[in-house]
């Protein structure tokens, strides 16, 4: 498939969308994860802003990479606003530190400023540090009961990716068989919850695992949490950085595998697991 046929798949899933979107009028939801606003969807979405016989609105939110990638995007539109979300004030990074740690009876200060800086007061980033600290056995209690947090030594990482940081020592305390479940279901990304398990129950990547006992562990884990269509990852970050862990080859593999055994894909996802693929 080439790259042009691609984009017409994706184009043709978009139109049929964006046009019944167009008929409804400005109270008509379209709701899309960020991951899956491809640019094409993008562009569809800044035509349909830019037709003066459309009334409504259209609110994105997304990481700060959007910005970076298209500083014009939403800009044909009469109305144009982009609210930035700052980090936290310290002063409620602090707090939520101590909420997270309510074994610890008092946290010095400048340690605690010292994780808020490292985090840039991200609250879902400092929420995953905490729970690392924890799992690594750094937030604990001593002999006497009292809560300890150890931060001697504790290195995070340089480019500030806490949360790929985390998920690559959550993953690391998890059996291979499991982890390489875990990163199936990552790179599949969106699906049914029956083509997601025929994904991972597909002879073509061997996993050791049945789908519903490997979905239960890595609930168990905390890697899963509850769904309407499912176990999901408790963040698109995390499964981002899941995805991330598997090798280039074994990535393809999975994409394969989805284009093959999926039943319920739409043209552009297909063609999205096709590229994603090499095919």
């Known amino acids: 498939v ?95 530190v101590r909420h997270l740690t309510p074994e610890l009876l008092a946290v010095p200060t400048v340690v605690l400023d010292r994780l808020i800086d490292r985090v840039d007061a991200s609250p879902l980033t400092l929420i995953e540090l905490v729970a690392r600290l924890r799992a690594s056995g750094r937030l604990r209690r001593d002999r006497d009961g009292i809560g300890v947090l150890d931060t001697a030594q504790l290195e995070l990482p340089d480019d500030g990716d806490v949360v790929a940081w985390a998920v690559a020592d959550e993953l690391a305390r998890l059996p291979a068989e499991l982890v390489a479940v875990a990163q199936v279901l990552a790179v599949a990304g969106d699906l049914t919850l029956a083509d997601r398990r025929a994904v991972v129950d ?30 999901r990852f408790r963040h698109d970050l995390v499964r981002a950085a899941v995805a991330a862990s598997a090798a280039p080859a074994r990535r393809a593999a999975i994409h394969a595998v989805v284009v093959r055994v999926a039943g319920a894909l739409d043209p552009s996802a297909r063609a999205a697991h096709l590229e994603a693929a090499g095919l």
């Open 2 to 96: 080439s790259g042009a046929q691609r984009d017409r798949q994706r184009g043709g899933a978009r139109r049929p969308e964006l046009g019944r979107l167009g008929q409804r009028g400005p109270d008509h939801a379209l709701e899309r994860r960020a991951r899956g606003a491809d640019p094409l969807m993008l562009d569809a979405l800044e035509g349909l802003l830019a037709d003066d016989r459309w009334r409504g609105q259209v609110i994105a939110a997304g990481r700060p990479a959007l910005l970076r990638t298209r500083p014009r995007w939403g800009r044909t539109a009469p109305h144009h606003d982009v609210l930035r979300l700052g980090p936290l004030a310290l002063d409620a990074a602090r707090a939520l």
């Open 202 to 231: 597909d002879d073509a990547l061997a996993l050791a695992l049945a789908p519903a006992v490997a979905e239960a562990r890595l609930a168990r884990a905390g890697l899963l949490v509850a769904g309407e269509a499912g176990p």
